[in-house]
Every structure is written in structure tokens, then in C-alpha cells.
């Protein structure tokens, strides 16, 4: 096994699996809350490349030359875009069909899904797109043949993604609306007994999901430049089956289930074959599935009586 191949895979899993895992937090928080699984996600995170295309036009017109501070404001752009959106597919999709099955959320946010992603089809058109390179430059191990690299660009994906995941646990575990996110987690009904307005905690939380999707579709794009409005549907398949590995309704298993993925994908594509990568992944997941079904840190569903 060639010692800088591996370096350069694990390098490759550890960004592709940062991503995986921001991602994969939208679906394990509003599963955790509402029980339900958000399939309409995947496409805030294809929002949220093309506002990154919209967004570092605008701003490069405006006259804001540092890449530092192109990224920054983007990503924050970005955010309360896709945010936004979180809330509306939470007031439109879901609560009406809060009482009713589990079939027809499910259904809904297929419906969102395709919406969206016909929506972008038409006023954005087809073709890939793509944003120039803002980050030039990486870092180097070993001599001038033998070597792998780290880009700069992939420090950042790395550095913020661990950052937001720290910065998303922080809040809810010691703020006011991380308390209610659990309360009304744990028993909702109750929570509203006691004052806390489980609707707005509800969408609070899908807006969270979203702005996290958000980080991880900005990073990505600015990583590799093009991108089209069929990229989210693959990227959320891949981050559900993250969360799932990790145990959905678990934010440090989201991030645990993304990075197991992603390196799993990378070592896999990189000494075995790269056209059955997808395989693999969803094999991984069924091996989980069969041996451990509540994930690797979820905890099994108890029953209320």
C-alpha cells in the first residue's frame, strides 16, 4: 500500500465526510424532534450552491476583493436563504400533516423535493455551472514525486465544519431554545403545557438543519467549482445514510456516521474500484442496519406506556 495514496484518501474522506455530516445534521435533528425524515433537504443543500454563485457575483461586483471575506459573507448569505426556506417547507410541508401518518409527511417532502429541484431546473436551466477559485494553494507531504496534499480550501472545509458542528452542540445543549428543542424532543404535549411554543421550536429547528446544509453547500461548491441542480439529490441520499450509521436523532452520530462515510467512500475508491463506491456505502449501511439497527451512538426506541 503506497504510504502518500492512503494520505491522500484519508484527506479526501475526512472533507467528503465533513460535508456528509453537515449535511446529515438537517436530517437527524428533525427526526429527533418530529419524528420524521426530511426528504426535501438534500435540495436546501443545492439551493444553497447556486446562492453561492449568486452570492460571490454580487459581492465581487460590489468591489469586495479579499477571498476571506467573500466566503465569510456568503456563507452567511447562504445561511438565512436556505434557513428561510427550512421554515416555509416546515410550515407548508409538514405542519398541516403533522397528525396524520407518517406516509403523508413523507410524501410532502418528496412533493417539496421534486419542486424544488424543477424550480432551479427552469429559472436556472440545466447545464452545470460553476464559481471561480477563490483559495488558491495547499500543503504538501513528502518529495517532489512521492506526495499528498491538503488545499488550503480543504483546511477550511474542515476547520468550519468542525466549528459549526461544536458551535450547533453548544447550542443546544446550554441555551434557552437548545432546552426547548429537547423538551418538546422528549415529550411535546408537555412542553407546550409548560410554555414552550412547540411550533416555533419546530421550525427553529428545520431552519437550523437548513443553515447547516447551507455551510456544507457553500464549502463544497467554492471546493470544486461546478455544480448543477440535480447535485443535492445524491449528497442527501449519502447523508441520510450517514445519519443513519451514526444513529439518527444523534447531532455527534450525524457527524460520526458523515466522516465513517466519507472515509469509507475515499479508501474504497482509491485501492478497490471507484465505480462501485456507492455500493460499498449502502452495503456498510445494511451491514449497520443488520448488526446494530439503532446506529453507532443512537439509542433503541423504548416504547411509552
Given at each position: 500500500m503506497?504510504?502518500?495514496v492512503?494520505?491522500?484518501?484519508?484527506?479526501n474522506?475526512?472533507v467528503?465526510?465533513?460535508?456528509?455530516g453537515?449535511v446529515?445534521?438537517?436530517?437527524?435533528?428533525?427526526?429527533?424532534?418530529?419524528g420524521m425524515?426530511?426528504?426535501?433537504?438534500?435540495?436546501?443543500y443545492?439551493?444553497s450552491?447556486?446562492l453561492?454563485?449568486i452570492?460571490?457575483s454580487?459581492?465581487?461586483?460590489?468591489?469586495f476583493?479579499?477571498?476571506?471575506a467573500l466566503i465569510?459573507?456568503?456563507?452567511?448569505?447562504?445561511?438565512?436563504?436556505?434557513?428561510?426556506?427550512g421554515?416555509v417547507?416546515?410550515?407548508?410541508?409538514?405542519?398541516?400533516?403533522?397528525g396524520?401518518?407518517?406516509?403523508?409527511?413523507?410524501?410532502s417532502?418528496?412533493?417539496?423535493?421534486?419542486?424544488?429541484q424543477?424550480?432551479?431546473?427552469?429559472?436556472?436551466?440545466?447545464?452545470n455551472?460553476?464559481?471561480p477559485?477563490?483559495i488558491?494553494?495547499?500543503l504538501?507531504?513528502?518529495d517532489?514525486?512521492?506526495?499528498?496534499?491538503?488545499t488550503?480550501?480543504?483546511?477550511?472545509i474542515?476547520?468550519?465544519?468542525?466549528?459549526?458542528m461544536?458551535?450547533l452542540?453548544?447550542?443546544?445543549r446550554?441555551?434557552?431554545?437548545?432546552?426547548?428543542?429537547?423538551?418538546?424532543?422528549q415529550?411535546?404535549?408537555?412542553?407546550?403545557?409548560?410554555?414552550?411554543?412547540?411550533?416555533?421550536?419546530?421550525?427553529?429547528?428545520?431552519?437550523?438543519g437548513?443553515a447547516?446544509?447551507?455551510?456544507?453547500g457553500?464549502?463544497?461548491?467554492l471546493?470544486y467549482?461546478s455544480?448543477?441542480?440535480?447535485?443535492g439529490?445524491?449528497t442527501?441520499i449519502?447523508?441520510?445514510?450517514?445519519?443513519?450509521?451514526g444513529?439518527?436523532?444523534?447531532?455527534?452520530?450525524?457527524?460520526?456516521?458523515?466522516v465513517?462515510?466519507?472515509l469509507?467512500?475515499?479508501l474504497?475508491?482509491?485501492?478497490?474500484?471507484?465505480?462501485?463506491?456507492d455500493v460499498?456505502?449502502?452495503g456498510?449501511?445494511?451491514?449497520?442496519?443488520?448488526?446494530?439497527?439503532?446506529g453507532?451512538?443512537?439509542?433503541p426506541i423504548?416504547?411509552?406506556?
Amino acid at each position: 500500500m503506497d504510504f502518500y495514496v492512503l494520505g491522500q484518501q484519508l484527506v479526501n474522506g475526512l472533507v467528503l465526510g465533513a460535508t456528509y455530516g453537515l449535511v446529515a445534521v438537517g436530517y437527524t435533528m428533525v427526526y429527533g424532534i418530529i419524528g420524521m425524515i426530511n426528504f426535501a433537504h438534500g435540495e436546501i443543500y443545492m439551493l444553497s450552491a447556486y446562492l453561492t454563485a449568486i452570492g460571490v457575483s454580487v459581492l465581487s461586483y460590489w468591489g469586495f476583493g479579499s477571498p476571506w471575506a467573500l466566503i465569510a459573507l456568503t456563507l452567511l448569505f447562504a445561511m438565512a436563504i436556505t434557513s428561510l426556506y427550512g421554515v416555509v417547507i416546515e410550515r407548508l410541508a409538514y405542519r398541516p400533516l403533522r397528525g396524520s401518518n407518517r406516509l403523508a409527511p413523507l410524501i410532502s417532502a418528496i412533493g417539496v423535493s421534486l419542486i424544488l429541484q424543477n424550480y432551479v431546473q427552469l429559472s436556472q436551466g440545466a447545464r452545470n455551472q460553476g464559481v471561480p477559485t477563490l483559495i488558491d494553494g495547499a500543503l504538501r507531504f513528502g518529495d517532489q514525486e512521492h506526495f499528498f496534499q491538503i488545499t488550503y480550501m480543504q483546511v477550511v472545509i474542515i476547520v468550519v465544519a468542525f466549528i459549526s458542528m461544536l458551535g450547533l452542540n453548544l447550542i443546544v445543549r446550554y441555551t434557552t431554545l437548545g432546552r426547548a428543542c429537547r423538551a418538546v424532543q422528549q415529550d411535546r404535549e408537555m412542553a407546550q403545557i409548560l410554555g414552550i411554543h412547540a411550533d416555533r421550536i419546530i421550525a427553529a429547528v428545520f431552519a437550523m438543519g437548513a443553515a447547516m446544509a447551507a455551510v456544507a453547500g457553500v464549502l463544497i461548491t467554492l471546493n470544486y467549482g461546478s455544480f448543477d441542480f440535480f447535485v443535492g439529490f445524491i449528497t442527501g441520499i449519502k447523508a441520510f445514510t450517514a445519519a443513519v450509521l451514526g444513529g439518527i436523532g444523534s447531532l455527534p452520530g450525524a457527524m460520526l456516521g458523515g466522516v465513517l462515510l466519507g472515509l469509507a467512500e475515499s479508501l474504497f475508491s482509491g485501492f478497490v474500484n471507484s465505480d462501485y463506491k456507492d455500493v460499498f456505502a449502502f452495503g456498510l449501511l445494511v451491514a449497520i442496519l443488520i448488526f446494530r439497527p439503532s446506529g453507532l451512538l443512537g439509542k433503541p426506541i423504548v416504547e411509552k406506556v
